[in-house]
Protein backbone atom coordinates (compact mmCIF):
# COMPACT_ATOMS: atom_id res chain seq x y z
CA UNK A 1 0.00 0.00 0.00
CA UNK A 2 1.18 3.36 -0.98
CA UNK A 3 2.16 5.99 1.90
CA UNK A 4 0.17 8.75 2.83
CA UNK A 5 2.22 11.88 2.83
CA UNK A 6 1.64 15.05 5.21
CA UNK A 7 4.64 17.61 3.85
CA UNK A 8 5.92 20.41 5.90
CA UNK A 9 6.96 23.50 3.54
CA UNK A 10 8.46 27.08 3.61
CA UNK A 11 5.61 29.87 2.92
CA UNK A 12 5.04 33.27 2.60
CA UNK A 13 4.65 34.18 6.22
CA UNK A 14 5.75 30.75 8.41
CA UNK A 15 5.25 26.98 7.34
CA UNK A 16 2.62 25.00 6.04
CA UNK A 17 1.51 21.39 6.60
CA UNK A 18 0.10 20.39 3.00
CA UNK A 19 -1.59 16.92 2.47
CA UNK A 20 -1.43 16.05 -1.53
CA UNK A 21 -0.83 19.52 -2.60
CA UNK A 22 -3.83 21.31 -0.20
CA UNK A 23 -2.38 23.36 2.60
CA UNK A 24 -4.13 22.58 5.51
CA UNK A 25 -2.31 24.53 8.55
CA UNK A 26 -0.47 27.61 7.56
CA UNK A 27 1.79 30.42 9.57
CA UNK A 28 3.61 27.91 11.89
CA UNK A 29 6.80 28.13 13.36
CA UNK A 30 8.92 25.44 11.54
CA UNK A 31 9.13 22.90 14.96
CA UNK A 32 5.29 23.53 15.52
CA UNK A 33 4.58 22.41 11.50
CA UNK A 34 6.82 19.68 11.95
CA UNK A 35 4.38 18.08 15.27
CA UNK A 36 1.01 18.92 13.53
CA UNK A 37 2.21 16.95 10.93
CA UNK A 38 3.06 14.61 12.71
CA UNK A 39 0.36 13.99 14.69
CA UNK A 40 -2.02 14.52 11.16
CA UNK A 41 0.37 11.55 10.05
CA UNK A 42 -0.31 9.39 13.39
CA UNK A 43 -4.24 10.31 14.08
CA UNK A 44 -4.29 9.40 9.83
CA UNK A 45 -3.04 6.18 10.15
CA UNK A 46 -4.37 5.05 13.70
CA UNK A 47 -7.87 5.92 12.57
CA UNK A 48 -8.11 4.67 8.76
CA UNK A 49 -5.04 2.30 8.82
CA UNK A 50 -2.93 3.53 6.28
CA UNK A 51 1.22 3.64 6.18
CA UNK A 52 1.91 7.28 6.48
CA UNK A 53 4.99 9.49 6.51
CA UNK A 54 6.22 13.06 6.83
CA UNK A 55 8.67 15.24 4.85
CA UNK A 56 10.19 18.66 5.46
CA UNK A 57 11.21 20.63 2.76
CA UNK A 58 15.21 21.70 3.59
CA UNK A 59 16.51 25.04 2.13
CA UNK A 60 18.09 23.47 -0.82
CA UNK A 61 14.86 22.47 -2.30
CA UNK A 62 15.43 18.39 -0.91
CA UNK A 63 12.71 17.05 1.06
CA UNK A 64 13.51 14.62 4.01
CA UNK A 65 11.35 11.96 5.59
CA UNK A 66 11.23 12.58 9.45
CA UNK A 67 8.71 10.30 10.72
CA UNK A 68 6.67 7.07 9.42
CA UNK A 69 3.31 5.19 10.88
CA UNK A 70 2.78 1.78 10.02
Known amino acids: MERALVTVV ?6 QVR ?3 HSVVCNL ?3 TAMQRAANIARDCHESMGL ?3 V ?12 GKCG
Do not use: C, F, S
Not at 10 to 15: F, K, L, Q, R, S
Not at 56 to 63: F, K, L, S
Open 10 to 15: PGDNGW
Open 29 to 31: DKL
Open 19 to 21: IDQ
Open 51 to 53: PTG
Open 55 to 66: LVRMANGEDILI
